[in-house]
């Protein structure tokens, strides 16, 4: 159980366009989900916390509008990469609270070229 | 800044043998840990987690102790098994800051058959 399912796993986009990843709960709900990037050899970096049905908080140094979270049901929450750049090409992956700790989607390449 | 560090980057070890991965941090208002692992195109797996009132949490074959004095945390797996074989992480929350978890930059193990 806790599954959450995260597409897409990879996506090569171009430069000005625009990225959308979803992250689904498949067997519970999750009130609250984090979305996190990893930069090559660097740990995972916490982005920003979305409650289902509220406006997400962002962590320091993420751009809000750049990096739009979306969190409208409980088994679902999107992050919208806004007019996407080189410097954007990382590794995004959700993660939610259930009962018994925590779960992580497969995560996202994102490649902006 | 890296608040969590996991300063073995591979470690390998013998099928049956103890398996023994460190996990240093450096804020002493974590209040939280956590030890996920990671295979190959995968999202993380939760593993283990201890709260900071405790030293001590099995679960089967996973052990992990936690010694505040000395900013230490330790992940035991015994038996070791081919399975393990994945990349381990810690992660740590910071208190009163919801579920804001820093992680470290992971540990390759190996366990040769």
């Known amino acids: 159980g806790a599954v959450v399912s995260q597409h897409p796993s990879w996506v090569i986009c171009k430069s000005g366009t625009s990225v959308k990843i979803e992250c689904r709960s498949l067997?519970?709900?999750?009130?609250?989900m984090f979305w996190y990037r990893q930069f090559p050899k660097q740990s995972l970096m916490l982005m920003a916390t979305s409650n289902e049905g509220s406006k997400a908080t962002y962590e320091q140094g993420v751009e809000k509008d750049k990096f739009l979270i979306n969190h409208a049901s409980l088994t679902l929450s999107t992050l919208t990469v806004t007019s996407a750049h080189p410097e954007d090409s990382s590794f995004y992956i959700c993660?939610?609270?259930?009962?018994?700790?925590?779960?992580f989607g497969s995560g996202t390449r994102l490649t902006v070229v | 800044d890296q608040q969590v560090k996991q300063n073995s980057p591979s470690l390998s070890v013998q099928e049956g043998r103890i398996s023994i991965l460190n996990c240093d941090y450096t804020?002493?208002?974590?209040?939280?840990f956590l030890w996920y692992k990671k295979y190959p195109a995968e999202g993380p797996t939760f593993l283990i987690s201890?709260?900071?009132?405790?030293d001590k949490n099995e679960d089967g074959r996973f052990t992990v102790f936690l010694n505040k004095s000395a900013k230490h945390l330790s992940l035991h797996i015994v038996p070791s098994q081919p399975g393990d074989s994945a990349v381990y992480f810690c992660a740590a929350r910071l208190q009163n800051t919801g579920n804001q978890f820093y992680f470290g930059t992971g540990t390759s193990l190996t366990v040769i058959p």
């Open positions: 993660s939610a609270k259930y009962r018994y700790g925590y779960t």
């Open positions: 067997d519970f709900q999750a009130t609250t």
């Open positions: 201890i709260s900071s009132i405790k």
């Open positions: 804020n002493s208002m974590f209040d939280y």
